[in-house]
């Protein structure tokens, strides 16, 4: 986690929405980057570098192939970003990663995963979906439903492979916060895997601070945590302009205290926003919404007092 802003910060960019059928979130880095990301993080004292964006083609110009939709389009682009992403950390600036779908975390988890030979690195992953379908157990074939389970090992070759031949990440080092929307087969393999999952009946039953926190502590054992943010999990009253909007989700402060308490937790190297879709959205609200959250994670307090 940057401190006081001496950890210069990378914005890198994926406009991708290969990974699903709903169009519009290869617009969402544009939409942050229009809500200002850049100028806030400046404010909180971060030397902010904006990298650009992966070369991403457009569904119309690739293959939809049956089984899995784009397969081909979506590796190479996930290819690209884990090159950058094991260069972004190498070079010793925090990385944020702005999607695009989810699909681009095969890309960013196995980039920074590698990037340092011999650190374990955990994943903190906050959404309204488990995204942890295989191809067998997807009932769209959308890459969007499958990157944990690529980046854990599980799925096709093509999308484990990226970055390194095996998984880049273990079971026990994974947790899921917020999770309220999960297909049939994914919840027996989330099962056998003995992924750690909060679901939002956890945060209703036991309060956000007290699963995050749970969440935290889980992760001991880590060198580095990426955190990886679909803005799906926050309700879609408050976010409406996402790829896969679910009723039910994080309100506007527990969102906030969820970044919050990992900032003051300091676990956190590396983050993806991903899922901000501007076409579904009001007068870029989400993307607002994502830029708050982000200064969050990186330092914003409501007010420095002595503890």
């Not at 519009?24 to 004292?45: F, H, Q």
């Not at 964006?53 to 397969?71: D, R, S, Y």
């Not at 079971?171 to 999960?182: C, M």
């Amino acid at each position: 986690m940057p401190d006081n802003g001496r950890q210069p910060v990378g914005i890198f960019g994926v406009p991708m929405d290969l990974g699903q059928d709903r169009r519009g979130v290869d617009m969402g880095p544009s939409a942050i980057r229009y809500a200002r990301i850049e100028a806030c993080l400046e404010d909180l004292g971060h030397r902010v570098t904006d990298l650009g964006n992966a070369g991403v083609p457009i569904p119309e110009t690739v293959v939809a192939e049956t089984e899995v939709k784009h397969l081909a389009a979506v590796k190479r682009v996930c290819e690209e970003v884990s090159d950058r992403a094991a260069t972004i950390v190498s070079e010793g600036m925090f990385p944020i990663f702005l999607g695009g779908d989810h699909a681009i975390a095969i890309g960013t988890v196995s980039g920074v995963a590698r990037s340092t030979s011999g650190d374990r690195t955990g994943v903190i992953w906050v959404d309204a979906h488990a995204d942890f379908n295989t191809p067998e157990t997807s009932p769209s074939g959308n890459i969007h439903g499958m990157p944990l389970a690529a980046i854990m090992g599980l799925g096709h070759p093509d999308l484990v492979g990226i970055g390194t031949p095996e998984a880049s990440v273990s079971t026990e080092d994974v947790v899921i916060i917020g999770l309220r929307s999960v297909d049939v087969e994914e919840k027996r393999l989330l099962r056998e895997a003995g992924v750690r999952v909060y679901t939002m009946k956890d945060i209703d039953a036991y309060g956000a601070a007290r699963v995050v926190r749970s969440a935290i502590k889980g992760l001991s054992q880590v060198d580095r945590v990426h955190l990886s943010f679909d803005l799906d999990v926050v309700d879609p009253e408050i976010a409406p302009g996402v790829g896969t909007p679910v009723r039910g989700g994080l309100t506007y402060r527990e969102a906030h205290l969820l970044m919050e308490l990992v900032n003051e937790a300091g676990i956190i190297s590396s983050l993806d926003v991903v899922e901000v879709n501007p076409i579904l959205d009001i007068k870029n609200g989400t993307a607002t919404l994502a830029v708050e959250l982000v200064e969050s994670l990186m330092g914003r307090r409501i007010i420095d007092l002595p503890r």
